[in-house]
């Protein structure tokens, strides 16, 4: 009995002290559910983001519809060659429909 309730705190103070010493610095990715919060990647580039569902980028109904943003040029590329998107974005099996992204080319 003696060792059974030794083992039992052993196995629980290990439980416990991975649960405390989790690095703080690990942080849930962002979740993404619109378009909108998939420009909003572009302020960010370094954090990780996941989709929660499928987007439809061209749905008018929910303003989500890209080919009118920015003056018909559509979604803004969130990374840049000065300014590139080190982050990392999770698809979760979703899909991202009917994005715009018009430039010219270089």
């Known amino acids: 009995m003696k060792y059974k309730l030794a083992l039992s705190l052993v196995l629980s103070l290990i439980i416990t002290t991975s649960v405390v010493t989790t690095p703080k610095s690990a942080s849930a990715a962002v979740s993404i559910h619109t378009c909108t919060e998939l420009?909003?990647?572009?302020?960010?580039?370094?954090?990780a983001y996941?989709?929660?569902?499928?987007i439809?980028?061209?749905?008018?109904?929910?303003?989500?519809?890209?080919?009118t943003w920015n003056a018909g040029a559509g979604f803004v590329p969130v990374g840049s060659s000065t300014n590139r998107f080190t982050g990392s974005?999770?698809?979760?099996h979703h899909t991202i429909q009917n994005l715009t992204i018009m430039r010219p080319a270089v």
């Open 39 to 47: 420009q909003a990647m572009f302020d960010n580039p370094s954090a």
């Open 50 to 54: 996941s989709l929660d569902n499928d």
């Open 56 to 67: 439809n980028c061209g749905d008018a109904a929910t303003g989500n519809d890209t080919s």
């Open 89 to 92: 974005l999770n698809g979760n």
